[in-house]
């Protein structure tokens, strides 16, 4: 029987062989370590790059640069268009993602979706580190689908994993991990957007924790966030 490991590895080997180039989106969160420890080892082929919003955690900060120590692996940071940041501040305030999901969207559009496109730019597919136990909006993803807004396609090795086994194999492989993971932080975002949580609640119920559950995703994942244009009211260019 082919284990977890050995799946997600030819998984990646796949990505290899059949879609160069192609590239992993790693937030340094604990499925993403499992899966830079993997790349590094057996999928080179494969290129990482990271989103820096700016108002990352400390924490975070610091793994990034133990990654860097640690692993022989080229990491290209990508960050927000500074023209497109300014006029988001400028217009709604430093923390407008706080009045209503609309603006918190916007500000996940400005700091990672555009970003985002950038660095998928020419690429035939890119590796997340999904899980469908993350949130109710990832249940129903499959390891391999096309991704329709950005034109190329997507896999989740790591989808069927639960929590547990990410944790077993980053002590089985000493892969380093951010510790806010062992301060109540299953799900690690920008620092005024994410909090711990209590033992047994939702793994995501720390992310965005004022908006409802079924909301909780930054649109980097889903493909009707378009344009996003959000005025200073919250509603849309077209009024809603």
């Not at 689908?145 to 090795?157: I, T, V, Y």
Request: glycine fraction near 8%.
């Amino acid at each position: 029987m082919v284990s977890r490991v050995d799946a997600a590895v030819s998984v990646l080997a796949g990505v290899v062989d059949s879609y160069s180039p192609a590239v992993f989106a790693s937030s340094f969160g604990a499925e993403d370590m499992v899966l830079l420890d993997m790349i590094s080892e057996n999928a080179r082929g494969i290129e990482v790059f990271s989103l820096d919003t700016g108002r990352l955690p400390k924490e975070t900060y610091r793994l990034m640069t133990r990654v860097r120590q640690r692993y022989p692996v080229s990491i290209k940071v990508y960050c927000p268009d500074g023209r497109e940041l300014e006029n988001y501040i400028n217009l709604n305030g430093p923390d407008a993602f706080y009045n209503s999901t609309a603006q918190r969207k916007q500000c996940c559009h400005v700091r990672k979706v555009e970003p985002l496109r950038r660095a998928l730019d020419g690429k035939k597919a890119w590796v997340t580190g999904l899980r469908s136990q993350q949130s109710p909006t990832r249940e129903g993803l499959a390891v391999s689908s096309w991704d329709e807004g950005n034109l190329l396609q997507k896999f989740n090795p790591l989808l069927d994993w639960s929590w547990d086994e990410v944790c077993t194999y980053l002590g089985d492989h000493d892969v380093p991990y951010n510790e806010l993971h062992d301060k109540g932080y299953p799900s690690i975002g920008c620092a005024p957007c994410t909090r711990a949580v209590e033992p047994g609640e939702d793994p995501r119920s720390g992310r965005w924790w004022w908006e409802d559950a079924n909301a909780k995703e930054c649109g980097l994942h889903v493909d009707d966030e378009h344009d996003g244009k959000y005025g200073k009211d919250g509603k849309d260019e077209n009024g809603k």
